[in-house]
T-cell receptor, first 114, second 111 residues
């Protein structure tokens, strides 16, 4: 079955630390990849997405992600986190380019200490 | 403003009392979907719709119904709610690019 795995359930960092959140997906066919962020008490918002082309994609708020096809991975990175990055982060995969049908990972909660 | 609107945002109800959570989008998206979010389980898809009058089950459809009579609306119906349906519900819509646009969420408590 198609699935998405996020390696870390909860990550705690100090401000200015670097961030990398892991995401792996099953299946080796055509995929569209997404990272969403959910700030406390809010809905999910798109951080960045990958459809094709340059495997290093840049999103909002200084986030970036790298698609490594051979590893079925799409890790999220940020060089220097801020307290305002405290949120839950979800990786999502759309298999076969089918419109909208995203499979989500279980999320990684990020807590940034000031 | 492009948005997905859900109502109600908060609801406390009792077991067995039918309820409907409405969802409306103003972006002319063909695809709409409902998710529930529970701690430690992430988002799980309940139902989705590829177009008007076309709906299909997601991963956790039991206890829910949907309808898609108009392109903009996709209500979620709980015919006989039970406590295990206490959750945070999100409606979402998608253009052809595949990314999802989410509503603000509806927090439902079933006593």
């Amino acid at each position: 079955a198609q699935s998405v795995s996020q390696h870390n359930h909860h990550v705690i960092l100090s401000e200015a630390a670097s961030l990398e959140l892991g995401c792996n997906y099953s299946y080796g066919g055509t995929v569209n990849l997404f990272w969403y962020v959910q700030y406390p008490g809010q809905h999910l918002q798109l951080l960045l997405k990958y459809f094709s082309g340059d495997p290093l994609v840049k999103g909002i708020k200084g986030f970036e992600a790298e698609f490594i096809k051979s590893k079925f991975s799409f890790n999220l990175r940020k060089p220097s986190v801020q307290w305002s990055d405290t949120a839950e982060y979800f990786c999502a995969v759309n298999y076969g380019g089918s419109q909208g049908n995203l499979i989500f990972g279980k999320g990684t909660k990020l807590s940034v200490k000031p | 403003e492009a948005q997905v609107t859900q109502n109600p945002r908060y609801l406390i109800t009792v077991t067995g009392k039918k309820l409907t959570v409405t969802c409306s989008q103003n972006m002319n998206h063909e695809y709409m979907s409902w998710y529930r979010q529970d701690p430690g389980l992430g988002l799980r898809q309940i139902y989705y719709s590829m177009n008007v009058e076309v709906t299909d089950k997601g991963d956790v459809p039991e206890g829910y119904k949907v309808s898609r009579k108009e392109k903009r609306n996709f209500p979620l119906i709980l015919e006989s709610p039970s406590p295990n349906q206490t959750s945070l519900y999100f409606c979402a819509s998608s253009p052809l690019t595949g990314e999802l646009f989410f509503g603000e969420g509806s927090r439902l408590t079933v006593l």
